[in-house]
C-alpha cells in the first residue's frame, strides 16, 4: 500500500496544502509547533475519519473557518483509489461527508480501504500504560482487516451506552429491573462474539509479537501476550481460545452484578474493562521488566501490527511515525529503520533531520509556519 498525493483544505494550520508522495521513507522535520504533526494526523484522518489526537473534530479545523476537507491518493493490491472527507457546518449543525472513488460512502465502508498504523511516544506506554490504550491499539488492528469485527464494536458501544443510561435512571429514579433483559440479551451476544474474535487474533498477534522481539533483542527473552479478563469476584481470567468463552459467561456475570452495576451506573464487565498483559519469561512486565525490556516490547508490538495487516490482506499498511524516533535509542531506532526499510512507506516527523539517515529514495520535507519545502 503506498500514498502518491496528499491534499488538505483548514485542515488545523494549514490554509491549503498538497503534497504529491513518490518516496516509501517521508521524513517532515522542523521545530515544534510549525505543522508536522498535522500532516500525519491528516493520513490518520483519512484513513479512520477520526484524530489520534481529539475526540472533537471540530478541533481540527483551522482557526476562523467552519468547513475543512482532507484528500488521499493512494494505491493498494486492487488498484488505485482516492479517499475525501468532508467536515462543515451547515445551518448551524456541524455535517461529515466521505468519498472513495468518486461514490459517497458510510464510515464502515470507509474504514480499512487505506490502512494505518501510528506509531506516537505514547505507544511506547503500550506495557505499562492504562488499558484503555491496549484495547485501543488491538482494536484497530483488528478492525481494519476485520470489517465484522469493527461493526460489532460500533453495535456494543451503543448497547453499553443504553443500558449505562438505563442503570443511571434504575438507580436515581427507581423502576423496574425487568427493562434491562433486552439490552442485556443483545450486550451478551455482542461481548461474547467480540471476545471471541479479540481472542483469535491474539493468537496471531502473539506469534508475531514473540519472532519480531526475538529478532530486535539479542537476550533469549520469551514474550508472550495473554488476555485478561476481569470476572465479578475481581479475579482476573486468562481464556487460551475463543472456545473457552460461551454466552453463559457473560449471562451469569450480568445476573450476579446486576445490583451492584444499579448502584454504580454502569456495566462492570465485558470487552470495554478487558486487558492484555504482557509476560517477559513468564513475568509481568508492567511489573519486573526494565524501562528497555518495555520499550523493546512496545516496539515489537508496533512492528507486529504492521506485520499481522500483511498477513491478512496481503500488502503493509502505512507507518505513521510522530515524533518517536528521538524517543528511542540508537539500537532500537536502527532496528526500526531495519524493519521498514523498502518495504513500509513511511511517513516520520522529527525535529532533528539528523536522526534518519539517507536511505535509498528518502524525501525530506522541511516544514516552518505551514510552509513545506522539500529539501
Request: net charge neutral; proline share 2%; charged share 25%.
Amino acid at each position: 500500500m503506498k500514498i502518491s498525493g496528499l491534499y488538505a483544505v483548514n485542515f488545523r494550520n494549514y490554509t491549503q496544502c498538497q503534497l504529491k508522495l513518490a518516496s516509501m521513507i517521508n521524513v517532515f522535520y522542523g521545530k515544534n509547533a510549525q505543522g508536522k504533526t498535522n500532516i500525519l494526523e491528516a493520513i490518520f484522518y483519512g484513513a479512520f475519519g477520526l484524530s489520534h489526537r481529539t475526540s472533537t473534530e471540530e478541533d481540527l479545523l483551522k482557526l476562523g473557518t467552519d468547513a475543512m476537507a482532507v484528500g488521499i491518493e493512494f494505491a493498494s493490491f486492487s488498484g488505485t483509489h482516492e479517499v475525501k472527507l468532508k467536515k462543515y457546518r451547515q445551518q448551524q449543525k456541524w455535517k461529515k461527508e466521505i468519498w472513495l472513488d468518486g461514490a459517497k460512502v458510510r464510515p464502515k465502508e470507509h474504514y480499512g480501504a487505506l490502512n494505518t498504523v501510528m506509531f506516537s511516544p505514547e505507544d511506547l506506554q503500550l506495557v505499562k500504560g492504562e488499558p484503555a490504550l491496549r484495547r485501543r491499539f488491538f482494536d484497530m488492528q483488528i478492525s481494519q482487516t476485520d470489517p465484522i469485527y469493527y461493526d460489532l464494536l460500533v453495535k456494543y458501544n451503543r448497547v453499553l451506552l443504553q443500558r449505562n443510561r438505563l442503570l443511571k435512571e434504575l438507580r436515581d429514579e427507581g423502576g423496574r429491573q425487568e427493562i434491562l433483559q433486552p439490552w442485556n440479551q443483545e450486550f451478551i451476544k455482542l461481548a461474547t462474539a467480540i471476545t471471541k474474535k479479540r481472542l483469535q487474533a491474539l493468537a496471531k498477534l502473539e506469534a508475531i509479537a514473540s519472532e519480531i522481539y526475538a529478532s530486535i533483542t539479542s537476550n533469549q527473552e520469551e514474550l508472550k501476550v495473554r488476555y485478561e479478563l476481569k470476572a465479578n469476584n475481581g479475579e482476573l481470567l486468562y481464556p487460551a481460545s475463543a472456545e473457552e468463552l460461551t454466552e453463559s459467561f457473560y449471562a451469569k456475570a450480568l445476573v450476579e452484578r446486576e445490583r451492584i452495576d444499579i448502584l454504580r451506573g454502569n456495566t462492570g464487565i465485558g470487552p470495554h474493562r478487558d486487558d492484555l498483559q504482557l509476560l517477559l519469561n513468564g513475568l509481568s512486565l508492567r511489573s519486573f521488566g526494565s524501562q528497555g525490556q518495555q520499550r523493546s516490547s512496545a516496539l515489537a508490538l508496533k512492528l507486529s501490527q504492521l506485520e499481522y495487516v500483511r498477513r491478512e490482506i496481503g500488502e503493509f499498511p502505512i507507518l505513521l511515525l510522530d515524533d518517536v524516533m528521538s524517543e528511542l535509542d540508537d539500537s532500537r531506532r536502527a532496528q526500526l529503520l531495519l524493519f521498514i526499510d523498502g518495504r513500509v512507506q513511511t511517513f516520520i516527523t522529527v525535529n532533528d533531520r539528523e536522526l534518519i539517515p539517507d536511505l535509498v529514495g528518502n524525501a525530506y520535507f522541511r516544514i516552518e509556519n505551514g510552509v513545506i519545502n522539500e529539501a
